[in-house]
Nanobody
Framework: QVQLVESEGGLVQAGGSLRLSCAAS????????MGWFRQAPGKDREFVAG????????SYADSVKGRFTISRDNAKNTVYLQMNSLKPEDTAVYYC??????????????????WGQGTQVTVSS
């Protein structure tokens, strides 16, 4: 049984930092790309950051580029999201995901195989 367990989020002031972690079990961790998504109230879930199986290739949503950093430790089956310079608009429930990237004729999509339970991040102004 696959389990993705996120660390506790929290309340932070604008401009502050927070680090999320996600521990995986029940899957061969290094076989999967890992990512973070978020969902704010009344909005669709959106992609935040992703990292390939090796940890070499990363991608970010434009809204977090330069502020967030995703990393992984395959020996610990854990993926991290370092969030700096937080803004009130970063307030959301953050979800960890294990996925496989599927590309066909230059079009790629993320086939999410498992989701974490989500953790609340609140940024006050």
């Amino acid at each position: 049984q696959v389990q993705l367990v996120e660390s506790e989020g929290g309340l932070v002031q604008a401009g502050g930092s927070l680090r999320l972690s996600c521990a995986a079990s029940g899957l061969t961790f290094s076989n999967y790309a890992m990512g973070w998504f978020r969902q704010a109230p009344g909005k669709d879930r959106e992609f935040v950051a992703g990292i390939d199986w090796s940890g070499i290739s990363t991608s970010y949503a434009d809204s977090v580029k330069g502020r967030f950093t995703i990393s992984r430790d395959n020996a610990k089956n854990t993926v991290y999201l370092q969030m700096n310079s937080l803004k009130p608009e970063d307030t959301a429930v953050y979800y960890c995901a294990a996925y496989r990237k599927i590309c066909y004729m230059n079009n790629c999509s993320r086939d999410v195989r498992s989701w974490g339970q989500g953790t609340q991040v609140t940024v006050s102004s």
